[in-house]
């Protein structure tokens, strides 16, 4: 093979990285999928069948299912609704046979007027001996909780759901009904004594999680409300903060005002430090717009709940199907559920960190949260995603002001070869297939790619895990990920630059020890030629150059380490790294890359 000069070598250095030792994280990534909520009308083992095909054909995957308030027997609570499932155990079997997990729709409330509350009552296993109040479904009592007899009974009967190996609850904010059972009252009598709201709240969740992980294992997680407006309560906490690995907020109006509601709640959210939160993409109740007005809303929040942990759709008032409006919106939407699974391994390390720092993943740019509107509704997904969301309607093309968060450039996420400014104040149209959505320019994102529809990868990509890298920093010292797991020590990655005397610069790459192989995507660099270059691992194996994407995805396959540099535009290119063996670590150089001057660099200002 014939060589240029001063063409980009990449080789690597003999060291074996030994692995990172990192914490396990505290729940499954599971929870990071697309979850469906199902309400008491499509609830039945053949309705749910039927849209997970539907959704499967429209090349949308479904990771979890809810199904809401009516799926069980009122007067046997935790045994399902036999006129809608003849077996729940063999439809949750059902499901898992489509990698799709179960969450149910649960409380500590118990109607008047079934088989279930007057044992309860007579037993003593309710508050205030029994005392009820006004529920959407008619007068029900609480639980008591202080009483251990009442606990262990209930338990019994959550036993019904959990042999069946659920995956989750959705536990309600019933806790809020706690100051409600008579006039001036801060709490409810038990068995044991008083209990104020926050003393119910906490052992009703508590309760639910951990008697149901103990049971089931770890990958069980239950979802509640982190801080809602719901009822008359406006911006209140609900659920505890050091369980909120799945958390939405909900119930909002099917309308802009509404999602911007919603937004405000998630600030307020994360105000409150809780880790993991989404909104109810689309928002609930009948909606007065029309069909084109109501389509937009509905892709404008999709879009958003992109970029939130936890991106639930469904629910009351109307079709939140995407094809009920039409193909555009199917293409939307099935893009950016594609994304938001591919960010798993990004939430999951984000949630992580934010757990250990007790700090929410969601990180508005307005620090002061109040009951006003915000000064500006964007917010940063962790330290290195930048989300401005549209909360507004106008129509086919959006027209935004974005003010840049400052410390640092950033990239667009969908064209990483635009660079914005730290500080700049910009007017983006933004038509309704995107979203203003940017990345720290030069940071590492982890994630997990599965579909050939992917802009970072293909379904030959899912054995690995990617890291992308937008326009390495030149000079600014250690950029560095940690990426974490629910089942291993996770993975440490590192990289500097280095500048040469003749202004090229060197790609230093440090991995750890990592059970998985790596795919590198280094977006954005620029080199002398785009020709094949050889590397070496830490044992002396040579990289395999290939001339396209296609023979480095299948070579992939093979277990070979490969490299493949690809033209993207005139000016830039793309460093495609495939690491087999990763599972020793190791230490890659890239060399002699050159750097792009800031014309070279600019960015079209009036368009994303």
Known sequence: ??????????????????RANLPRSPYSPWIHGHWVRLHRDRQSSDSVHALIQQYGTNNIPVD????????????????ANSSKFVSLCDFVKSMHAQNVKVVLYATAMLEEGTNVFKEAKESGFLVNEGQTVKTDGGQAGLLDYSSPEAVSWWHRLMDRALDCKIDGWKNEAVDAYVR??????????????????????????????????????FDFVTMFRPVDSWRNFRYQPFGPTDISYATWVGDHPATFEGMRESIMNMFHSANKKYLNFGSAVGGTGETYLTKEQHKELFIRWAQLGTFTPIFENGGMGFNHDPWAFDGETVTVYSRVVNIHRELEPFFLSEACEGFLAHRSVIRPIHNDISFADPDTWDFLVGDDIFVAPIIRPHGEITLRNVSFPEGSEWTDWWDPYKVYRPGERLELFVPINHFPVFK??????????RTDSSDFGSRLSATSLTLLIDQPLIGSGDVTRKVFGEHDSGLMVLYTTRLLLNGNYNLHLTVTA?????IFLIRGVKVVSPESVTVK?????????????????????????????HRATVMHCDVMLFYAESGVGGVIDVENLLTLSSEENAHRKLEI
Do not use: C
Not at 514 to 518: A, C, H, M, T, V
């Open 514 to 518: 990592f059970y998985r192989s790596l």
């Open 537 to 565: 691992t830490s044992h002396g194996t040579t990289f395999e150059a290939v001339s396209s994407k296609k023979a480095f995805y299948e070579s992939t396959q093979l277990g070979r380490n490969t490299l493949f540099v």
């Open 180 to 217: 409600t059972f008579s006039a001036g009252s801060l709490g409810v009598i038990g068995k044991n004594g008083f209990m104020d709201q926050a003393t119910w709240s906490r052992k009703y969740y508590w309760d639910f999680f951990d008697y149901s992980r103990k049971k089931t294992g």
């Open 64 to 79: 979890v299912v809810t199904l809401d308030y009516g799926w069980d027997d009122r007067h046997r609570p935790f045994v």
């Open 440 to 449: 720290r320019r030069g940071t590492i994102i982890p994630l997990s790619i």
């Open 1 to 18: 093979m014939l060589w240029a000069r001063n063409q980009p070598v990449v080789r690597s250095v003999p060291i074996v990285v030994p």
